[in-house]
Each structure stands twice: as structure tokens, then as C-alpha cells.
């Protein structure tokens, strides 16, 4: 479960210049493999929180990644969870 949550913290380091070299410089939409690694890198995104708190081993590990899920949409939700990630106590 680490290396993929690692794996995934990668790809959303390097996401943008990956889809960069998928893009032409006469294509200005994002069609084909460019757009599957733009959409990686919103998920990998999203689930920033959650993977900040499983890299950092944080106790509450499972509640981020639950509030993540629920309420990370929302802005705030996802805003608790990467706080609640950063400032969560260590095993």
C-alpha cells in the first residue's frame, strides 16, 4: 500500500510535465494519453491528505483517508484533512 501511495505522490510531483510531453506544440487540447496523466494528477491531488499521512505515519491515518473520501470535495473537507495530515501525531 506504501509504494502505490508513493507511486502516486510521484506522479502528482511530475504530472504536469509529463502531460507537457504527451502535448504537441500545435495541439493546444489535452486528447489522448495527455489527458489520462492530467486526470491522474487531479486524483493523485485530491488524495494528497491522505497520502501525506500514511508517508508521515500519522495515528489517525484511517480518519484523514475517511474525510478525504467524504468531505475532500468540498474544499474545506479536504483542507481539515491535509492539516489534520501535516499536524497529526507520529507513531
Known sequence: M???LFSLYYLFLIGPWI???FVGKSQADLSGNA???VV???IAWYWLP???SFHRNTRNAQSIALINLLAGWTGIGWLVAFGM???GRRH
Open 85 to 87: 495530515a501535516i499536524l
Open 2 to 4: 506504501k509504494h502505490i
Open 35 to 37: 489527458g489520462l496523466f
Open 50 to 52: 491522505t497520502m501525506v
Open 40 to 42: 491522474c494528477w487531479y
Open 19 to 21: 502531460a507537457s510531453a
